[in-house]
């Protein structure tokens, strides 16, 4: 049986997603974020050295790290579901998106999180200026041109397909749910790439999210 060690509103909703999706068994052991940091428990290194989420176990196999799930999920278990079409084209666009989703996207998602709470953080007023400055300039001089230019890379690609993949749901494009999750808390999605706000709708109306959703829990990505 798969176990997932399910960090409340972290990536591994995604890996909840995907075994619903392929019609899997799974149970959940949840773990509560630390109310003051927002940082995974201790608990969880007892499963992964790492103490991250999400992980899986699955008998006496232990995978760590989202799109390593993924690939062992679908290698294993997918049975033909959520799979690239057979055609070379569709194969090199579902191994793209599956790393471009932690390569790329996740790293600035990031960096703009932790930003964002610099600049929300209780510091003395005389700080603030200053840290204000800091975080200005990193955004000026890194982050916001390459999460423009992702964006605008991400919301083309939609407007010509159902998916990141096409016009059929992979695997691939549940690892990247993840990353229209982030940015739309960020960002205006509706009224500024409404190509990936129509497909974040298409991820939440789906069944199997919703699924995952009840046995998951609530899922909420704060700023």
């Known amino acids: 049986m798969i176990t997932v060690h399910h960090l409340e509103n972290s ?25 003051v940091t927002s940082l995974a428990p201790p608990e969880l290194k007892a499963e992964h ?10 008998g006496d ?23 690239p079409l057979d055609t070379p084209e569709a194969r090199r666009d579902y191994t793209y998106w599956l790393h471009y989703a932690e390569g790329t996207m996740m790293p600035l998602l990031i960096i ?13 007023f005389f700080v603030k200026p ?18 423009t230019r992702n964006m605008e890379f991400m919301e083309a690609t939609l407007g010509s397909r ?3 993949t096409g016009d059929h749901l992979t695997a691939a494009d549940i690892h990247m749910s993840f990353i229209l999750e ?17 497909c974040l709708k298409r991820c939440h109306d789906d069944e199997h999210y919703q699924r995952a959703l009840e046995r998951g829990g609530p899922f909420h990505l704060g700023a």
């Not at 999920?73 to 579901?81: E, N, Q, R, V």
């Open 11 to 35: 990536r591994s909703q995604r890996t909840l997603w995907l075994l619903e999706a392929l019609g899997l068994d799974y149970d959940i052991k949840r773990y509560a974020r630390d109310p």
């Open 130 to 147: 200053i840290a204000k400055g800091i975080t200005g300039k990193i955004r000026e001089a890194y982050l916001d041109a390459n999460l």
């Open 49 to 58: 050295p790492q103490g991250k989420s999400p992980v899986i176990t699955d």
């Open 182 to 198: 982030g940015l739309n808390v960020s960002t205006d999605l509706e009224a500024q790439y409404p190509n990936m706000a129509a």
């Open 112 to 124: 703009g999180l932790l930003l964002r709470r610099v600049d929300s953080a209780k510091v003395p």
């Open 61 to 83: 196999i232990t995978v760590a790290e989202s799109g390593a799930i993924v690939e062992y999920l679908m290698t294993h278990y997918s049975d033909g579901k959520l799979q």
């Open 162 to 164: 159902t998916w990141f």
